[in-house]
């Protein structure tokens, strides 16, 4: 397996298929998000909040995952938040690494959220006065944002889910114009099955997206350079966490963030 994609996704692929050789075209591509959290740190976390479940994003290391009772993606978080409260018998679920994920799954839930301080450095960037600008340029255009963002640029756009449901948003209502508030190369993976539509492009570059390219591709292939490891102690265990997921009953990814039903002002608290 050759993961053109960052270092967490290259773990995930090995956790999952261990028997497989998997390489990263640039061992530099790394994650904010994933960089921000340590499995130390959750192993403190669990300490402080014994008995409570911990929930985490897939944008984390194999060592984080290997201390977590259940993964999610962006796509099924308040799903899974709800399903581990469920099944726990609880009230409260530690949701981490991503604040602003966890307060946007905060706003649209009953269960508590106890949320880590890290942020997506792509996401973060944008704020609600870039969303309103470009309404006053773009009257007509419809706004789909990352529930990585900050709670107040969901407030302001039209729609906000994972970029699978921004995909599904585009090709179902076929709009004229469109912009995506998120990663630059997730914008143009979604402009490039809708030709029709015209895409406006406020999007933020990831540094370490950007690093994969064609030609370290081919390096990769051609050489065999830079394989991903994971100790398999540690492999054993994020694979259960990653598995929990995949497990889950349907529906397991939500058509949409409802930003109808989402809840303005809910405070989570921060780890």
């Not at 591509?29 to 960089?35: D, E, I, N, Y």
């Not at 995952?65 to 530690?94: L, Y």
């Not at 406006?200 to 030609?215: A, D, T």
């Amino acid at each position: 397996i050759v993961q053109a994609g960052v270092h967490f996704m290259a773990e995930t692929s090995k956790i999952l298929s261990p028997e497989k050789t998997v390489l990263i075209p640039d061992l530099l591509a790394g994650c904010s998000l994933a960089s921000s959290i340590t499995g130390a740190d959750v192993r403190l976390i669990k300490q402080r909040y014994p008995g409570i479940p911990v929930v985490t994003y897939v944008n984390t290391t194999a060592d984080v995952k290997a201390e977590t009772d259940v993964c999610c993606t962006s796509a099924n978080a308040v799903q899974v938040v709800e399903h581990v409260a469920k099944e726990w018998g609880v009230d409260r679920v530690i949701l981490i690494p991503d604040e602003f994920l966890a307060r946007n799954v905060a706003r649209q839930t009953d269960v508590k959220i106890i949320a880590w301080q890290g942020r997506c450095e792509v996401h973060e960037r944008f704020t609600a006065a870039d969303i309103l600008e470009l309404r006053e340029a773009y009257p007509n255009a419809e706004v789909l944002a990352h529930p990585e963002c900050p709670a107040e640029v969901l407030e302001v756009s039209d729609f906000a889910g994972s970029t699978a449901a921004m995909n599904d948003y585009v090709l179902q209502r076929k709009p004229k114009q469109v912009v995506l508030i998120t990663e630059c190369s997730m914008a143009d993976n979604v402009a490039a099955d809708a030709p029709d539509t015209e895409f406006l492009r406020p999007c933020n570059l990831c540094p370490h997206m950007k690093r994969i390219s064609l030609q370290n591709i081919y390096e990769a292939l051609a050489y065999d350079r830079y394989e991903v490891t994971v100790d398999p102690a540690i492999a054993e265990r994020a694979r259960l966490s990653v598995q929990r997921m995949i497990d889950l009953p349907p529906p397991l990814i939500p058509a949409r963030y409802d930003l109808v039903k989402a809840r303005h002002h809910v405070d989570v608290e921060l780890i």
